[in-house]
């Protein structure tokens, strides 16, 4: 079984150019997330998909950050204009239904450096 | 914000000897989980224990919890070089919440 799968792994872009990450969860999954982590620190939720509706987008800084999840498949985490402090690995974990006793299945995740 | 934080931050053993990682935590819990992330790569869950559980084993890892004083601790008995990670403890506080991690324990295991 193919795991949650991420792209890029790596960029480097400089402050005020937008970025863009892909991840394709694991098939069948319902329930995407999307995690920051910076460097010595546990993952922060970000996003919670639910199928294509977001439902916990409490932590997701909006006027720089969205995110898609169309069709309730593949999901698409974005940042413009972007900043220093986003220099972060950007983690996106899928499991098959939301509850809190469901194994959530992290991608390797994609590494960001804003110059 | 964190919930869990591990203890201690860094850990460097020899193989062959266990491993113990701590995790405290300041509100009630529906249960516990533990995930190791290798260098580069993303995170593994490890095992879950809930907050009527007391211990629970899956192979060389051991993880207790104790809800009176709001911690758990990971044992990984006769550790190898590839246990080499970082841990980290995440609580969930209710059925539908999300997970929230800790700062996590950079174990090194010496060959």
């Known amino acids: 079984e193919a795991g949650v799968v991420q792209s890029p792994r790596y960029k480097i872009i400089e402050k005020k150019q937008p970025v863009a990450f892909w991840c394709n969860p694991i098939?069948?999954?319902?329930?995407l997330y999307w995690y920051l982590q910076n460097l010595g620190q546990g993952p922060e939720l970000l996003i919670r998909?639910?199928?294509?509706?977001?439902?916990?987008d409490s932590q997701l800084p909006k006027d720089r950050f969205s995110a898609e999840r169309l069709k309730g498949v593949d999901s698409t985490l974005k940042i413009q204009p972007a900043e220093l402090g986003d220099s972060a690995v950007y983690l996106c974990?899928?499991?098959?239904?939301?509850?809190?006793?469901?194994?959530?299945?992290f991608g390797p995740g994609t590494r960001l450096t804003v110059l | 914000s964190q919930q869990g934080e591990e203890d201690p931050q860094a850990l460097s053993i020899q193989e062959g000897e266990n491993a113990t990682m701590n995790c405290s935590y300041k509100?009630?819990?529906?249960?516990l989980q533990w995930y190791r992330q290798n260098s580069g790569r993303g995170l593994v869950h490890l095992i879950l224990?809930?907050?009527?559980?007391r211990e629970k084993h899956s192979g060389r890892l051991r993880v207790t919890l104790d809800t009176s004083k709001k911690s758990s601790s990971l044992l990984i008995t006769a550790s190898r070089a590839a246990d080499t990670a970082s841990y980290f403890c995440?609580?969930?506080?209710?059925?539908?919440?999300?997970?929230?991690f800790g700062k996590g324990t950079r174990l090194s295991v010496i060959a």
């Open positions: 995440a609580t969930v506080l209710s059925g539908n919440t999300p997970l929230v």
């Open positions: 224990i809930r907050s009527n559980e």
């Open positions: 509100t009630s819990i529906n249960n």
């Open positions: 974990a899928s499991s098959s239904d939301g509850a809190g006793t469901d194994t959530q299945y």
């Open positions: 098939s069948g999954h319902n329930t």
């Open positions: 998909y639910e199928n294509e509706e977001a439902v916990d």
